[in-house]
């Protein structure tokens, strides 16, 4: 065989196989969305949006509590988390220097790699202890530190990626830094930033390690955010490894309900973007 | 929009918080017993609307350093606690931790034997010597001896035990250390030990699972998790020498013997327990109730409940594979209710 | 005309939203929180470990046993079972990954592209506990009944192919691992693929390469540091990764060659100890192997953080 064939066998062949690399990985996913509806849709009925847990061997209990607690335990780490990843973010694209930001986006970016499990046990050591009461607060709180670096990345990101001729052309017509920011490089960015904070709450949202620990779980409802809130990543830990049959359909149904609505998070966070960028080429 | 979302959501928060809290009662601790728990308080909740008591299961150990720190208002624990960790409580919380058995439960070996049908019998020693690592095959002369005419296969035994730190391993390495000297000064009694060999397992699924799924394995799990997942468990050689299964009557049994030599605190083992149809792996499992409780409702709460728990409570236990109290514990818990104060 | 005079609550306001020291004052505090949580969290990590610290000293690094009942704690089949099933699972996702991420970069269809890249990144949101369970029914038995018999058939002269199969191990967990991993593999090297200049792939393609070859050989290097950064930011996952793990890992504590052994990880121990560990010996030996975790992660993030500096010398997409 002559070189030009060799080498275009070799494209061939190479080029198939990226081709079957993106086949394996992606039908992972629908291993898993598979899995979880085989085995848990059954379960997804009116009284798992309304009803509380049941004991082992009752039928007709449900997870609303949990599906409601999830919600404002992201709530909390969201009203504490964005300021933050995003002001931050701000400052380490449009204020810092050169040592400050480095010094600052190593540590985020420590904090990313921090095992769950251990954000959890901080959490329990400077909130639970000193509260004495476990608490939707401390449970948001853990979930924060775990948004905070992606929306920290994302924020400067996408602010760096806006042109400078913007930020010149605002400062040449005599605003300050202050109000280039707040409108003109925001706004340009806006699309983005809003994306990687619903990535963020779509990784916080299936986190179980950290609540574990802080928000505890409940099997009531719980009247404030400072008790023990149930939440459905836990109560899919829970139920997962109970020796109940019905418990076990339970957790599969409450991890289709968790995907499902992370599926529609970042469905939106997506939808936003694309419009966003719609509207700027237009 | 932004603006307003933010603000409603703000709004919510408040609310959230600003609302008067029901009397909640927050009590953690061990597995084990975690079913029967969570059907008393919802029972006990429908009975009396406005108590709500949560209990969760995040395991012994775990329960008992939530009460030493504060954040729970009762623990439960599959182990009595030892000295130190009632003096940590008494000096962290001044109040001193009193245990309340409230049922009582069995520990079983399954396994999951290439050809095997029938019930297995084993003997203390050969249960430790699997776990050692020194029985290794099935058809070992102990196993036979233990089992004649049973037609054991001349296969590795994959040995699976708890990799969690629980309860349930206490119980079962305690029963071991008590019947095999080798095991008491090799590995030791605690909820999580150096196992010799063998794969662990997260949780009773953990190991249920491993042994269903291992051909040839041997584990323990909690009776109640045999029995609802209708698993095979084999018979235990107890102190008087019979091979006993675990049920409802073998495992009362165990506790009468010890119910005769009570100690005034509760905290007493019955593994390995006198009787001749005594199964050899039962134990109590406790309540730790605080012996002052400021929170006059909270107080009035926990001992209204205990007592419901000592009398219609009891009735629950056999429908989930645990046993209730013989009555000469319950009365004599009953006098330990007067010492909350 | 002179615009009127204003109150001194609007000049003080005014000052405000004009006021850059205000804002740049603001956002550092915003930014600093981030680096003082960071030190807390090290700190309490660092109190919280010094009986085992005291107690053992550097050996705890190297020490084989785990033993709760006598207080004796070594941390090396952990440190062991975290790097070998992390560098085994990033073995087998980068291949996959980054072929794939060619693939939807340069091969598909835009649409194609976009939709995969979106399928691909939802992994990203699969709660951990879904990840463990799904392993425990589907891949374990897929590995103890046909995986890794073939493997030790085949490959079993190779001491890392040995031993019985149970599905559960090492590799099990590898595996799992290196599906969480793809995500970030995936995502950010075709980011980093798609910011090649098309003036690279083109040159290639007139000098009269094949399509292979442009890419191979000219668009991937120049992407080399993007697509290693994302390796690095997938390790660091890898590194951290609890439930899963301790479902299908088998958390034996003992140091095995064999990739068919069960074994153990630092995550994996402390989400299964820590709960019921109330001697002060053994949870300060739980929270020293999260310093040391958090030890490796440093070192990592470090090498990261230093080739993404240098990538966006090159390609980035400002204007």
């Given at each position: 065989m002559d070189r030009i064939a060799r080498r275009n066998l070799l494209n061939n062949i190479m080029l198939s196989l990226t081709g079957v690399c993106t086949f394996l990985t992606v039908s992972v996913l629908f291993v898993i969305l598979g899995f979880l509806v085989w085995n848990g849709i059954g379960s997804v009925d009116w009284n798992f949006f309304t009803k509380l847990p049941l004991a082992p061997g009752e039928l007709g209990g449900g997870m609303a509590n949990a599906i409601v607690g999830s919600g404002v335990v992201i709530l909390i780490a969201v009203v504490i988390g964005v300021p933050v990843g995003f002001l931050g973010g701000i400052y380490l694209a449009e204020f810092g220097g050169k040592t400050v930001p480095m010094m600052i986006r190593y540590t985020a970016d420590l904090l990313n790699g921090v095992p769950s499990i251990v954000i959890g046990i901080f959490a329990w050591t400077i909130l639970v202890v000193p509260m004495r009461h476990f608490s939707a607060w401390a449970g948001g709180f853990a979930l924060s530190l775990m948004m905070v670096p992606i929306g920290l990345r994302a924020t400067e990101q996408f602010l760096r990626g806006v042109p400078n001729s913007l930020r010149e052309g605002s400062l040449a017509l005599g605003a300050s830094k202050t109000r280039t920011i707040l409108s003109v490089i925001v706004p340009a960015a806006k699309q983005g930033i809003l994306t990687g904070l619903i990535l963020g709450v779509a990784r916080v949202a299936g986190e179980t390690a950290p609540l574990l620990f802080t928000s505890l779980n409940n099997q009531f409802w719980a009247t404030s955010a400072n008790e023990p809130t149930a939440t459905l990543p836990v109560m899919i830990f829970t139920h997962a490894i109970s020796p109940y049959e019905d418990w076990h359909r339970q957790a599969w149904a409450a991890g289709l309900v968790l995907l499902a609505l992370v599926l529609v998070a970042n469905l939106a966070a997506r939808w936003v973007l694309s419009r966003g960028v719609a509207a700027q080429r237009g | 929009m932004t603006k307003q979302v933010f603000l409603t959501g703000l709004l919510a928060l408040g609310t959230a918080v600003a609302l008067p809290a029901a009397e909640t009662i927050n009590a953690a601790g061990a597995t084990f017993p975690g079913p029967i728990y969570q059907k008393w308080f919802e029972e006990y909740h429908k009975a009396h609307p406005d108590v709500q008591i949560n209990y969760q299961a995040i395991g012994s150990g775990g329960g008992i350093r939530q009460l030493t720190e504060g954040t729970v208002d009762f623990g439960a624990s599959d182990m009595p606690m030892t000295d130190e960790q009632i003096k940590d409580v008494v000096t962290k919380r001044h109040f001193k931790p009193l245990h309340f058995p409230t049922v009582l439960g069995g520990i079983v070996p399954t396994y999951n034997v290439a050809g095997v049908n029938t019930e297995l019998k084993f003997s203390g020693e050969t249960l430790a010597g699997i776990f050692l690592g020194d029985?290794?095959?099935?058809?070992?002369a102990a196993i036979k001896k233990d089992n004649p005419g049973v037609n054991l296969p001349n296969e590795d035994i994959t040995v699976a035990h708890r990799s969690d730190s629980s309860g349930t391993s206490f119980v079962f390495t305690d029963y071991l250390s008590k019947v095999s000297p080798k095991w008491k000064s090799k590995v030791g009694a605690n909820t999580s030990v150096n196992w010799p060999v063998g794969l662990g397992g997260k949780g009773n699924e953990g190991v249920a699972g491993l042994v269903k799924q291992t051909p040839n394995s041997i584990g323990y799990v909690e009776l109640i998790y045999a029995v609802q997942n209708k698993m095979g468990y084999g018979s235990v050689k107890n102190a008087a020498g019979n091979f006993v299964k675990a049920d409802f009557n073998t495992v009362t049994e165990a506790a009468a013997g010890a119910a005769q030599n009570m100690p005034d605190d509760f905290r007493v083992s019955i593994t390995?327990?006198?009787?001749?149809?005594?199964?050899?792996i039962s134990t109590f499992t406790w309540l730790l109730i605080p012996d002052k409780i400021e929170n006059a409702a909270k107080k009035k709460a926990i001992t209204e409940f205990l007592k419901w728990m000592m009398a219609a409570g009891q009735g629950d236990a056999q429908g989930l594979s645990y046993a209730p109290l013989p009555k000469t514990v319950v009365s004599k818990e009953e006098k330990q209710v007067a010492l909350i104060k | 005309m002179a615009a009127p005079p204003q109150s001194r609550a609007r000049k003080f306001v005014k000052l405000l939203v004009n006021g850059d020291q205000v804002s740049h004052l603001v956002t550092l505090l915003f930014a600093g929180s981030v680096f003082l949580v960071t030190v807390m969290l090290v700190y309490q990590l660092w109190i919280h470990s010094e009986p085992s610290r005291g107690k053992f000293g550097f050996s705890f690094l190297w020490k084989q046993v785990w033993d709760p009942v006598t207080g004796e704690f070594g941390a090396w089949p952990f440190i062991y079972g975290t790097v070998v099933t992390s560098i085994v699972a990033l073995l087998i996702s980068v291949p996959l990954g980054v072929g794939a991420a060619i693939f939807l970069a340069e091969l598909a269809p835009p649409r194609l592209s976009n939709a995969c890249t979106f399928l691909v990144e939802l992994l990203a949101a699969v709660p951990s506990v879904i990840y463990g369970l799904l392993a425990l029914f589907t891949l374990v038995p897929l590995m103890r009944s046909y995986i890794e018999p073939f493997l030790k058939k085949t490959?079993?002269?190779?001491?890392?192919?040995?031993?019985?199969?149970?599905?559960?191990g090492y590799l099990t967990a590898a595996l799992i691992l290196a599906i969480m991993t793809f995500p970030f593999i995936i995502s950010i090297s075709r980011e980093s693929l798609l910011a090649v200049p098309r003036e690279q792939r083109e040159a290639a393609l007139a000098l009269g390469a094949t399509q292979w070859e442009s890419t191979w050989k000219v668009v991937v290097p120049y992407a080399r540091l993007g697509i290693i950064g994302s390796v690095f930011l997938a390790l660091a996952r890898a590194l951290g990764e609890t439930m899963a793990v301790t479902m299908v890992i088998g958390n034996n504590t003992s140091v095995h060659a064999s990739l068919l052994a069960p074994g153990y990880t630092i995550a994996a121990v402390i989400a299964n100890e820590f709960t019921e560990a109330t001697d002060a010996v053994h949870l300060s030996s739980l929270v020293e192997l999260g310093l040391v975790l958090f030890g490796l992660t440093m070192v990592l993030n470090a090498m990261a953080q230093l080739l993404i500096l240098a990538t966006t010398g090159k390609g980035s997409k400002r204007d």
């Open positions: - | 029985i290794t095959k099935w058809n070992d390995s327990a006198a009787g001749k149809n005594a199964y050899p | 490959l079993g002269f190779l001491p890392w192919f040995t031993g019985p199969a149970y599905g559960l």
